[in-house]
């Protein structure tokens, strides 16, 4: 009976039943990866399409406009618990991924720390991303995977960049407006307020955005033997093309959008990591929201 038992626990311990999934499953969990993130950018793209002719038949989706913000909104949980799997599948594999120590760890704390975005039935989505994030963290303790160190010399690199972007965006701006009027929300708290900004971006904007496009994107597309050039081109090129909701406000569109994924790819290629990007890209997007650019 003894015997038996150890035989049934040895066999579900998680050092032997992961090394054998990867054995029999490695094939089509890989598989399961790489179209959990086709699926998740082809979801992007379909929502920023309904944003767009929503910009150019104001009057025609006018009606629709509070189910596209609800859809809008979940669909961010979607993105949350998507890239969670994607992380879990290829928990071996995230130094391919340019998925760095800062970068998983700010994605586990937000598993944790998220914003609620008051769709309803939230609180069962919050449990998901939750269990998620647990997950996450059980499996680095039992597997003890290769993870990138994250070089803080970059990360300050990154920090500088993104200030340096937004003082000559707001420089070409300034020539283009008449008139200039700050965030409402600026005028209140500024620690608060910037403190806010800052958990929505580690919560679902940069992050979420990089670890999707300079992360598993530009690493899948590595495993298919696509050249570094090559990734760098059509993971930004596909960036810039969905953000065309954004063609409201030319300037952001021909200029600050491709700015900033021309950093955040540049940083990527050059660190190999995406926690640097992660950090422009956040300043960039907190500094426009503060100061009322329609880059955010």
């Known amino acids: 009976m003894g015997a038996n038992n150890d035989t049934y626990i040895n066999l579900y311990y998680p050092y032997i039943l992961i090394p054998m999934m990867n054995k029999f499953a490695l094939v089509p969990i890989k598989k399961i990866g790489f179209a959990s993130i086709v699926i998740l950018i082809v979801g992007i793209a379909s929502l920023q399409l309904v944003f767009l002719l929503q910009i150019l038949a104001y009057d025609f989706f006018s009606a629709y406009a509070e189910s596209i913000s609800y859809i809008s909104r979940l ?16 928990i071996r594999n995230l130094d391919k991924f340019h998925i760095d120590k800062f970068a998983i760890a700010t994605f586990i704390l937000s598993c944790f720390l998220r914003q609620r975005s008051g769709i309803t039935g939230e609180g069962l989505l919050l449990i998901i ?25 970059w990360a300050l690199v990154g920090i ?21 009027q700050f965030a409402p929300l600026f005028r209140g708290s500024v620690i608060a307020t910037v403190l806010n900004y800052i958990a929505k971006e580690f919560s679902l904007g940069a992050l979420m955005e990089e670890m999707t496009f300079r992360g598993f994107l530009w690493g899948y597309l590595r495993e298919r033997s696509w050249a570094e050039s090559k990734i760098c081109l059509a993971q930004g090129f596909l960036f810039w093309l969905l953000h065309l909701s954004r063609i409201a406000t030319p300037f952001t569109l021909l200029f600050s959008i491709p700015l900033l994924t021309l950093i955040s790819t540049m940083l990527t290629f050059r660190t190999k990591q995406i926690f640097p990007a ?14 009322n650019l329609p880059t955010y």
Not at 75 to 90: K, R
Not at 129 to 139: R, S, W
Not at 160 to 169: D, R, T
């Open 75 to 90: 669909y961010g949980s979607a993105i949350y618990i998507t890239l969670g799997t994607v992380i879990l599948i290829e």
């Open 129 to 153: 991303i939750g269990l998620i994030g647990a997950l996450i963290v059980f499996a680095l303790i039992m597997i003890k995977p290769k993870i990138l160190r994250t070089d803080f010399r």
């Open 160 to 180: 500088a960049l993104g200030f340096a972007s937004i003082i000559v965006i707001t420089l070409l701006e300034l020539l283009l407006r008449h008139t200039w």
């Open 278 to 291: 992660i950090l422009s890209h956040t300043v960039i997007n907190v500094a426009s929201a503060l100061l």
